[in-house]
């Protein structure tokens, strides 16, 4: 992983959610601001795919040079695009997960459909049993909806803390509570043998 | 020499009986192959499903059961065969041929009996464990006997571990795991695939190649909901387990009554014989018979 994945914080990291948003020609400008300077406070730092970035920069050059959506066009930083000596993953499988938790959904969300959400689309603990908490995490930033994701945990049974099971919630952390709840889940059984 | 196929879970209600039945019949049936069934529960479901109730009173008053033969204590190939029931079961195949199905059947003593042999082995002071190893292996000498009497030799243990399951689930090539999509199998399951294995834990199980352990896991009484799915996504991605998944189906729960009139394998299963037979395939292609 530390091969193809770079560490982005501060001002690069800033800058990334701008530009990966203002990539995305189903947001505005003023939505990509808004989303990103939210996503800039709550994230702290992310690891992101090389290629990713290095697809996310051609696509902004090939931009700034036709001239769409000049605000959202600003730059992809030098220092996401230059090579970073990334520290090795931390041995906690929920560090990376917090990073990737932040990364917006590259497929459509299942609330923009009509529809109804099926709790069942994947299973998190199979999914985090094969590939891991990242791999969970990416599954379920698929899932654009608080509703949906803890309709998702509540019928397979991953008990989140009673204070995330309503209201409004930040999707980050939630999807965040899903990923522990089910390392307890699965760690308890574990345990149990 | 035979093969030795057990059908095990230390849970309840998973359908050991049922699973062992249908794979008797279908191995017999489609496979062609000659097919002798241990009925190691002591509650003798397979015997019932296999003879109905009056021919298993039968047998137990005439002492033709695996009680009796483990009492017998002279364990070679001949007079198990004494012990056991030639061509057995309601079905019939194309121009009224029999299906070699032969049975050893059940006995509601097993569990005393066992209990008995525990309480010999543990005279003169020998530990409780050194008793229950000396008396599995008693169980496993009493059973290989009966390879050379059929081409696979279906052995239905009891839920739990006794130590007659035990000793089948060491003696058997393969073991066939039938579990509930329900959220305690995952429990049983491990612990089953550890004893199979014959590891403590279950990483050093995970440590195997799933291909290369000794054990298939099939999900029985599947009902079509997520619910369902999710948990056997769950135990698939830590145990081997057949693609084919047997569901709550009355056509399947039907064909365990026992009838006193010849069916054929289409009659008795109705719609679940297509099931079963994708069953049987890729099991037959599983194993190393």
Known sequence: MTDTTKKLSGPAKDRFFKTLLADDEGIDEATAGRLSARAASIVTSLRARQSGLAALERRSARRRTAGPKPAAAEPVPETVAAPMSAPTPPASAVQPAIEAAAMPSSTPRPDDSEAPFDPFLFGLVPVYKREGADGLIVKLAEVGSADHLRAMAKSQQIVLPRELRTGPIDLVQLRLAILEAVEKRVSDRSASL | MGYFLAVANRKGGVGKSTVSVMLAHAFAVWGGKRVLLIDLDAQSNSSLILIGNANWIEAQKKSVNIAAYIEDKNYTAKPMRDYVLRNVSDLEMEGGKLP????????????????????????????????????????????????????????????????????????????????????????AVDKIAEIIEGKLRKDEVMEIEPAKRR?????????????????????????????????????????????????TLAEKYGVAADTMGRLYTELAQSLTL
């Not at chain 2, 909901?225 to 056997?232: E, P």
Request: glycine share 4%.
């Open chain 2, 100 to 187: 070699g199905i032969d049975l050893l059947p059940g006995s509601l003593r097993f569990e005393d009996m066992q209990d008995e042999l525990i309480s010999f082995y543990s005279r003169n002071n020998t530990p409780f464990r050194q008793a229950k190893s000396r008396c599995a292996g008693h169980f496993r000498q009493a059973l290989e006997v009966a390879s050379p009497l059929a081409e696979i030799i279906i052995l239905d243990c009891a839920p739990g571990i006794s130590t007659a399951t035990a000793a089948a689930l060491k003696l058997a090539d393969m073991v066939v795991v039938p579990f509930r999509p329900d959220s305690v199998s995952e429990f």
């Open chain 2, 215 to 263: 054990y298939r896991c099939l999900a029985n009484y599947v009902r079509p909901v997520g619910a369902d799915r999710i948990m056997i996504e769950t135990i698939a991605a830590d145990h081997p387990t057949l693609a084919t998944q047997l569901p709550m189906q009355p056509e399947l729960a039907n064909a365990f009554f026992w009838s006193e009139e010849r069916q």
